[in-house]
Each structure stands twice: as C-alpha cells, then as structure tokens.
C-alpha cells in the first residue's frame, strides 16, 4: 500500500431500502428471484460509489450481498440444517435460535467469488473482501456432529482456505476474517482459534487480515459493553499470540472505547487497522476527533503500518449517517497525514 494511512471500513455498509429494512440486522430481502440478483449488484455498485465519494482508499463491496456476516456463508455450505434450530448463547451473551451442524461439512461451490469478480471489474481500487472466521462460525450454531468446538473449527478452516484462494484469484487484495468469538473465549482462541486462523489463510499470497471487535451497535452488545467495567482489557489475552501468528493485519475498535489504546503495542510489527469510527453511536465523529484517535495510535504503531477503519460495521445505521461517519474517517485521516508529511519534510 503506497497510500500513507489507507483509509477502510471493518465491513458491512448500511443497504438502500429498496434492496432490505433499513437499520436492522438479518434484514429481510425486499425482492425476489431475478430482482435480487439484480438489486444486490445494483446496491453493490451504490455502495462502492458511496465509499469513493468519502474518499476510502481500500474499498469493500458493503456486504451488500448477504443478510449476515455469518450465517449467508454457512447458507452455502452442505452439513447445516437451517430448518432444524436450537437456541444456543451467541458470544456467552445473548440467546439466539440457530442452524444445526447435522453431518459433515463441505463447501460444494463457492460463495462469494462471482461478487468478488464483479467489484474488481468496477474499481482499480485495492479491494477487501470479509469472510467469517472459523471460530466465530462454530458460536453461531448448534453441532449435533462434531464431537468439539475445535474440529467443527478446523473443518470450517479448510472451507474458508478453499473460498479465500478463490477471492485471491478473483483480484482481492486483502482478506479479512471476522473473529468477534476472539474477544471471549480468550483460552479456546489461545488453543486453537489462532491455530484455525491460520489454515483458513494457508498458501495465500494476498495480505490477510483479523478484525476483532466489540460487535455491532446492537441492545445486546451494548449490554455487554456495560458489564465489562472502565477497562476493557480483552485484547491483552489474544494480542501476544497474534502477534506471533502470519496474520498481517489485525483489525481492533478504539473510538469511544473502553480499550487502553496501549495494548496495541502488544502487536507491535503488524499492519493494524485502528477503529477511529464508533458504529455504536448516532453522533458523527468531528474530523479532530478521529485524527485525535490515529495520533494515540501512533504511539504504539509504526505511521507505514497504520490504517484507519472504523470500529466494526455500519449495517445498522442509516445511510446518511455512515456516509458522514464515512467523510469524517478521511477527513481526520488527511489531517494526520498532512501532520506526517510535515514533520518528514523538516
Ligand atoms: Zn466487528
């Protein structure tokens, strides 16, 4: 990445009310057969027009496709009955019915590769594309199959590996792996989370990315967020191993967080996406605040390795908010540039 301080967004963006219900998620589509074929492309090319217009420098394609950052990937794949549910506890946090693990899983063609190919015919822009991971897969699901966590995990692994080779070689410059399970079950990622990470990137050439973070503005994260005390200091259990792991990019929430932005240093060496955005707010971020974010970043990430991204996904928010979050990310990001480009000539 030439660019000094590439902008970006941890993924999913707000759909148009033609295509979903706006400000919710597991949206339900609002068209049909052919018709959402049509409309998700259609919001697709909105949504990257959207980020170009704000200035975002590593593209996405939203999320404009799938109702959900997990489930529309295991949609796709054979040994999971969406008809058979149970009520599980997503995260160790909030009760939901999911989809049953009935026998062994496999992924019979891949899922987000046509979408793939199709936003790389629209921009010369690097572009991101945001798979699950492994982990945070098996917490979204009742296994009836498997007899642990950590094989379901490790199955999923060579699924994601297989569909992450596919979008390397549809042109997708940075892969990113959702791994919310990663901020709670700090033993079981220590275990075998990072273990999984890695296989789902095996043989990959394109960077590779882990976004983490306290979730979406959602009642129930919020909830959470209240319970965790004045410091949230999760980080600190995963970091160290991370930082040793061949991710090349980890993806953290920092604006109006309760994390000590120090623990950053933790990973030191790594590219780090810094959540200068908060996705839990209607208050639109001031430019100043957002360069205020990047310059503690600073501290403890090298200015070649830092990139500025929002606290997680801006799905729940209405259009024009993003949009103004979206504006303010560079904006801020330009200020601190201008700061970096400055002290460099002196
Ligand atoms: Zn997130």
Redo the contacts with the bound molecule.
């Keep these: 990445m030439k660019q000094l301080l590439p902008t970006s967004t941890?993924g999913s963006l707000p759909k148009p009310s033609w295509l979903a219900e706006p400000e919710q998620l597991w949206s339900p589509w609002k068209l049909q057969g052919q018709e959402l074929i049509d409309g998700k492309t259609d919001a697709l090319r909105v949504s990257l027009q959207e980020q170009r217009r704000a200035g975002i420098d590593i593209v996405s394609d939203g999320e404009q496709t799938r109702q959900h950052f997990v489930t529309t990937f295991i949609e796709h794949l054979d040994g999971v009955d969406f008809e058979k549910r149970e009520t599980v506890k997503i995260r160790d946090r909030y009760e939901a019915s999911v989809p049953t693990v009935v026998g062994p899983v496999s992924r019979p063609h891949s899922v987000f590769v046509k979408d793939a190919k199709f936003l790389r015919e629209q921009t010369d822009q690097p572009i991101k594309w945001a798979l699950p991971g492994p982990m945070t897969m098996v917490d979204t699901l009742y296994n009836a199959h498997y007899k642990s966590r950590e094989k379901l995990a490790w199955e999923f692994a060579k699924i994601l590996n297989q569909e992450a080779k596919e979008l390397e070689a549809a042109g997708v410059d940075i892969i990113q792996f959702?791994e919310?399970a990663f901020n709670v079950f700090f033993e079981e990622v220590n275990a075998w989370g990072i273990a999984c990470l890695e296989r789902a990137i095996e043989g990959l050439q394109c960077e590779t990315a882990v976004?983490i973070?306290y979730?979406?503005g959602i009642k129930a994260n919020t909830d959470w967020k209240k319970t965790l005390g004045s410091e949230w200091r999760q980080y600190e259990e995963v970091f160290p191993k991370l930082q040793q792991s061949n991710i090349d990019i980890i993806s953290l929430e920092c604006q109006n967080s309760h994390v000590p932005i120090e623990l950053i240093e933790l990973i030191r060496g790594k590219k780090v996406m810094v959540g200068a955005i908060d996705v839990a707010s209607n208050e639109i971020e001031t430019p100043e605040e957002v360069a205020a974010t990047l310059r503690e970043a600073l501290k403890y990430v090298d200015a070649d390795k830092l990139y500025p991204c929002t606290n997680?996904?801006m799905a729940p928010l209405s259009r024009e908010l993003a949009r103004g979050k979206l504006n303010a990310l560079s904006a801020g990001a330009e200020i601190v540039r201008k700061e970096l480009v400055a002290k460099l000539d002196c």
Excluded: S, T
Aim: glycine share 22%.
């Design positions: 941890a959702d919310p976004h973070c979730g979406y997680c996904g």
